[in-house]
């Protein structure tokens, strides 16, 4: 089926350990991005792409890196994990129209940071 | 940053009760979105307003783009089990980046 594919579902990692959270889609849309969730909180823009070779940050992009190699891919890498970090991470991604509409999200990957 | 407030938090109802959910702003939005999420899921869209004043449904869902474009509002009529879940506000300014509120949980009464 069409859609976001994340993978890890969950992973445990120590403090300053590294990683990457894998995000794809197949839908051929521009826009792609990352959030955080976190409890009590609303999703949290980590750092998003408007296209390959294009990324900018979000509202909390510190600790986190991101690349666009292709249109299907968007990675997410933790550099030196933080108990901080420790969270729902969804990617979602939408055509760039502009508007919001159609944004489709992954079912997320949990992290914790020990 | 820019922020949502999204009341109520949580939400205890009886099977077939109608429900009410709202977002406030302190910035005006150009559209607002309605969002459910199941456990274990990302979010999913219920509804998109695009003008102030519109109101919009689909099936027993309605909501609503405030006048001012300060404010939305979600009802649920007839609530039925499959309603439980966490409906999260979502605005959306000239910069194209999406704002979210804190979430409503909404829980079934036995």
């Known amino acids: 089926n069409a859609g976001v594919t994340q993978t890890p579902k969950f992973q445990v990692l120590k403090t300053g350990q590294s990683m990457t959270l894998q995000c794809a889609q197949d839908?051929?849309?521009?826009?792609m991005s990352w959030y955080r969730q976190d409890p009590g909180m609303g999703l949290r823009l980590i750092h998003y792409?408007?296209?390959?070779?294009?990324?900018d940050q979000g509202e909390v992009p510190n600790g986190y890196n991101v690349s666009r190699s292709t249109t299907e891919d968007f990675p997410l890498r933790l550099l030196s994990a933080a108990p901080s970090q420790t969270s729902v991470y969804f990617c979602a991604s939408r055509l760039n129209t502009g508007i919001p509409y159609g944004y489709t999200f992954g079912s997320g990957t949990r992290l914790t940071v020990v | 940053g820019q922020q949502l407030n999204q009341s109520p938090q949580s939400m205890f109802i009886q099977e077939g009760e109608d429900v009410s959910m709202n977002c406030t702003s302190s910035?005006?939005?150009?559209?607002w979105l309605w969002y459910k999420q199941d456990p274990g899921e990302g979010p999913v869209l219920l509804i998109a307003l695009y003008k102030a004043g519109e109101l919009t449904s689909n099936g027993r869902l309605t909501a609503q783009f405030g006048i001012t474009r300060k404010d939305s509002f979600l009802n649920i009529s007839a609530s039925i089990p499959s309603d439980v879940g966490i409906y999260f506000c979502a605005g959306q300014g000239s910069n194209y980046q999406l704002i979210w509120g804190a979430g409503t949980k909404l829980i079934i009464k036995p």
């Open positions: 839908m051929n849309h521009e826009y």
């Open positions: 910035s005006i939005f150009n559209t």
């Open positions: 792409s408007v296209g390959a070779g294009i990324t």
